[in-house]
């Protein structure tokens, strides 16, 4: 199972970002997925999650209304657009992949590396 997350970057307060995670090595399709992320000094936090078909999709209340996630099953591609971005949004992204759709991160069986997310003028 391999899941490689990129887009992170520096981005001033009120930009966008795209983050993409690229699956191989198992049945993507088959799979619910989430973006969780880690700000310095603090735990894991459940940002998104989205279930095999696409058509569920849940958010954390800090980003609601301004991150959407989305999926392509047939590119095994998971995206996370990110718009309005504030200093708090600041944090290491990880995409993680479960067989049901949750909001607890413990729920979560393969992760990827992370993609730094830098928000700072």
């Known amino acids: 199972v391999q899941l490689q997350a990129s887009g992170g970057g520096l981005v001033q307060p009120g930009g966008s970002l795209r983050l993409s995670c690229a699956a191989s090595?198992?049945?993507?399709?088959?799979?619910?997925m989430a973006w969780i992320r880690q700000a310095p000094g603090k735990g894991l936090e459940r940002v998104s999650s989205?279930?095999?078909?696409?058509?569920?999709?849940s958010y954390a209340d800090s980003i609601a209304g301004r991150f959407t996630i989305s999926r392509d099953n047939d590119q095994n591609t998971l995206y996370l657009q990110m718009n309005s971005l504030k200093p708090e949004d600041t944090a290491v992204y990880y995409c993680?992949?479960?067989?049901?759709?949750?909001?607890?991160?413990?729920?979560?069986?393969?992760w990827g590396q992370g993609t730094q997310v830098t928000v700072s003028s």
């Open positions: 993680a992949a479960a067989k049901w759709a949750s909001r607890e991160v413990a729920a979560y069986d393969y």
């Open positions: 989205i279930n095999t078909g696409g058509v569920s999709r």
């Open positions: 090595g198992f049945t993507f399709s088959n799979y619910a």
